[in-house]
Antibody, heavy 118, light 107 residues
Framework: QVQLQESGPGLVKPSQTLSLTCTVS??????????WSWIRQHPGKGLEWIGY???????FYNTSLKSRLTISIDTSKNQFFLNLSSVSAADTAVFYC??????????WGQGTLVTVSS | EIVMTQSPATLSVSPGERVTLSCRAS??????VAWYQQKPGQAPRFLIY???TRATGVPARFSGSGSGTEFTLTISSLQSEDLAVYYC??????????FGQGTKLEI
């Protein structure tokens, strides 16, 4: 059973960089044609795709976040990462990592709330 | 960008009822639509893909249909544990995918 777990600070100051890690267990992050994804959900709102990365390092980013966003991967640790720079209160959200297949997101982490506040 | 519009935003339901949720795409996405269930405080759960194929472990009371721009998720006999928010998602215009805004089922 594939499991994903987000980790990182729950509080980030405005203008700083939000950094999260997603640890994948139960399967190798290099196996299969999957994309490893970040999705966020603002409080009480819907789901917003942030971006994803393949084990080869190939990335795709939401254009609305692209200038502030870096997604990277460490296949030796079975982890992938999110860095979102210059955050503001508008970036306060629950962040999920998920596995993207050719048919949708089949496995999700439990989510982690990140609050941007001084 | 494709916009996925779900209706209604909120639906009042009763246990045992047949429930139908709608999702409309702003342009054709073939059958490349997935549905997710999200309960309060939980991550979304993968329910349906390819518009009509149930994901592993999803009860048979959940079914999906549609193609092109109109899609439907049906719960044949609502159980109390089905109270949740349901999202549709298109993955036709990869690598950009988009979610609908969700439909909340409440008593």
């Amino acid at each position: 059973q594939v499991q994903l777990q987000e980790s990182g600070p729950g509080l980030v100051k405005p203008s700083q960089t939000l950094s999260l890690t997603c640890t994948v267990s139960g399967d190798s992050i290099t196996r299969g044609s999957y994309y490893w994804s970040w999705i966020r959900q603002h409080p009480g709102k819907g789901l917003e795709w942030i971006g994803y990365i393949h084990s080869t390092g190939h990335t795709f980013y939401n254009t609305s976040l692209k200038s502030r966003l870096t997604i990277s991967i460490d296949t030796s640790k079975n982890q992938f990462f999110l860095n979102l720079s210059s955050v503001s209160a508008a970036d306060t959200a629950v962040f999920y990592c998920a596995r993207l297949t050719s048919s949708g997101y089949d496995y999700w982490g439990q989510g982690t709330l990140v609050t941007v506040s001084s | 960008e494709i916009v996925m519009t779900q209706s209604p935003a909120t639906l009042s339901v009763s246990p045992g009822e047949r429930v139908t949720l709608s999702c409309r795409a702003s342009q054709s996405v073939g059958r490349n639509v997935a549905w997710y269930q999200q309960k309060p405080g939980q991550a979304p759960r993968f329910l349906i893909y390819g518009a009509s194929t149930r994901a592993t472990g999803v009860p048979a009371r959940f079914s999906g249909s549609g193609s092109g721009t109109e899609f439907t998720l049906t719960i044949s006999s609502l159980q109390s544990e089905d109270l949740a928010v349901y999202y549709c998602q298109q993955y036709d215009k990869w690598p950009v995918d988009t979610f609908g805004q969700g439909t909340k089922l409440e008593i």
